[in-house]
């Protein structure tokens, strides 16, 4: 049974940070799985630090950081609800940034639209204080592995 | 004619990006700049890999390239120096980048508006007419009160 396969049977947060530890960019960016809610949703939580830091005289996270950040929040919610143990590869992405963030932890939830057999289709939103007033939105389609 | 940020950057272009942090840690480098245009360097690196697998550098550093790009060119584009921010950037990934080497990325501030620019950019290795993804922005101009970063730099 492939690493993922096990994943999702089991399936509490502290497993699914398996996938952040696998990823180094992830890592470098300070990424946690924070919990996973009763629909299967995760939260995804980067953790604030001075290096990606953007404008310094704000001082507010790197918008590039951001974006990472909510494609990272998709593939992981994609890998947690897919098939297989590969990872899905992005065609494109599109971020929307709705306000700038501070300097504090910001969190992340992904919704998926359609997981089609080729295409999925992705919906994010990354919040810091309050998840009523996100910092930035992002919609993008992943294309998803094929075969065992 | 010369554009204000051009003249601050003349005797090194890393003055450009030398006051984001972010841009310092992925370790960019400014290959040439001119009127509404910018060309970044990024070093390949085993910290920026999204798919273990196949030592594939994860899409979100392609964003942070072509974003730090993007807001670049509009800074090379401005007849008077102002904060901007990033209003949305759509990325579209053509080809994996290749394990081990450099990425480069381009960027074209191709309008300036009273409050909007708008920008053209793309990831590549070697050859601009093979990219890794392109991208298409947006940037707010005067996007906060704050004194712009880069004129703040060193001080």
């Known amino acids: 049974m492939g690493f993922l396969t096990e994943l999702r049977s089991r399936g509490t947060a502290a497993d699914y940070q398996a996938l952040v530890d696998r990823t180094p960019y992830a890592r470098l960016l300070g990424l946690s799985i924070d919990s996973i809610d009763e629909g299967g949703r995760l939260l995804t939580r980067l953790r604030f630090d001075p290096s990606i830091v953007g404008n310094p005289n704000l001082p507010a996270i790197h918008g590039g950081v951001l974006g990472a950040f909510l494609e990272m929040a998709a593939i992981f919610q994609l890998m947690s609800e897919g098939e297989g143990d590969r990872v899905p590869k992005p065609i494109n992405f599109t971020v929307e940034y709705l306000r700038s963030a501070g300097p504090r932890d910001a969190f992340a939830q992904a919704t998926i639209t359609k997981l089609g057999r080729r295409v999925a289709n992705v919906s994010v939103r990354a919040w810091q204080d309050d998840s009523d007033r996100p910092v930035a939105a992002a919609h993008g389609h992943f294309l998803m592995p094929q075969g065992p | ?155």
């Open chain 2, 1 to 155: 004619m010369a554009k204000p940020i051009l003249d601050l950057v003349r005797g090194d272009l890393q003055l450009l990006i030398a006051h984001v942090p972010h841009a310092r840690l992925l370790g960019m480098a400014v290959v040439d700049v001119k009127p509404g245009e910018c060309w970044i360097r990024m070093p390949y690196s085993e910290r920026l890999i999204g798919n273990p697998e196949t030592g594939v550098v994860h899409g979100g550093v392609i964003t942070t390239l072509l974003d730090q790009c993007g807001g670049s060119s509009v800074l090379a584009a401005l007849e008077e120096v102002v904060s901007i921010a990033t209003l949305d950037l759509r990325i579209d990934y053509m080809k994996p980048a290749t394990p081990g080497l450099d990425i480069v990325g381009y960027s074209t501030c191709y309008k300036l508006t009273r409050n909007v620019a708008f920008t053209r950019a793309v990831a590549f290795h070697a050859r601009i007419d093979d990219p890794i993804a392109t991208a298409v922005g947006t940037f707010m101009l005067g996007a906060n009160r704050a004194q712009p970063a880069i004129l703040s730099a060193g001080t």
